[in-house]
């Protein structure tokens, strides 16, 4: 098993380009993530999926949308990058809803000039 | 919104020295887990805790959960240079949609 996969690794844009972070899972869980990681302020939650065919907003929403194309995959698009979304951004899938542990992927260094 | 406050935000140790992180809510919890992220790598995870004042241990790692359910503290004994990283405390007050709120983590660094 290869837990939780995300492409690509980095990624350089300038502002008002977009893009889409992909994310795959192949551990059959129900919930998945988006958090993004910058310096001094931990990990924040921009969306989640709490199961197929579901999404919500997090703390950090805006400038972003996303898709559950299905119970493996979970993507997060930039519609047109900011600098300010400079960051590294990280995919977590969960089994269910209740007490369980977040599974994260890699993470996504991604830098917008 | 949860409120999540963890201190201290950094912490540099000489080796074989103690090491404590602590983390504190603003809500009654229905547990609180704990994750650790090397540098350049991604968190992972330590730890649950459920009951109010559990303790538990993992070989020098010792987690508390608050009588009240509304702090938490990790406390490492006797450092070791594969304890650096970034330790982070995660918060679920419940609810259907299970959401972990993350506290902005204690950067551990130890001089050898």
């Known amino acids: 098993n290869a837990g939780v996969t995300q492409t690509p690794k980095f990624q350089v844009l300038k502002t008002g380009q977009s893009m889409t972070l992909q994310c795959a899972q192949d551990?059959?869980?129900?919930?998945m993530y988006w958090y993004r990681q910058d310096p001094g302020m931990g990990l924040r939650l921009i969306y989640y999926s709490a199961s197929e065919g579901t999404t919500d907003k997090g703390e950090v929403p805006n400038g972003y949308n996303v898709s559950r194309l299905n119970k493996r995959e979970f993507s997060l698009r930039l519609e047109s990058a900011a600098p300010s979304q400079t960051s590294v951004y990280f995919c977590a899938s969960l089994p269910a809803t209740g007490v369980s542990p977040l599974h994260f992927g890699n993470g996504t260094r991604l830098t917008v000039t | 919104g949860q409120q999540v406050m963890q201190i201290p935000q950094y912490q540099h140790v000489q080796e074989g020295e103690d090491f404590t992180t602590y983390c504190n809510s603003s809500?009654?919890?229905?547990?609180i887990q704990w994750y650790k992220q090397r540098p350049g790598g991604h968190p992972v995870f330590l730890i649950q805790l459920v009951k109010s004042g559990e303790v538990k241990k993992q070989k020098r790692l010792t987690f508390q959960f608050g009588e009240a359910k509304k702090n938490s503290s990790l406390h490492i004994t006797a450092t070791q240079t594969t304890d650096v990283g970034t330790y982070f405390c995660?918060?679920?007050?419940?609810?259907?949609?299970?959401?972990?709120?993350f506290g902005k983590g204690t950067l551990l660094t130890v001089n050898p």
């Open positions: 551990m059959n869980h129900n919930s």
């Open positions: 995660a918060l679920n007050s419940g609810g259907s949609n299970y959401k972990l709120t």
């Open positions: 809500t009654t919890l229905s547990n």
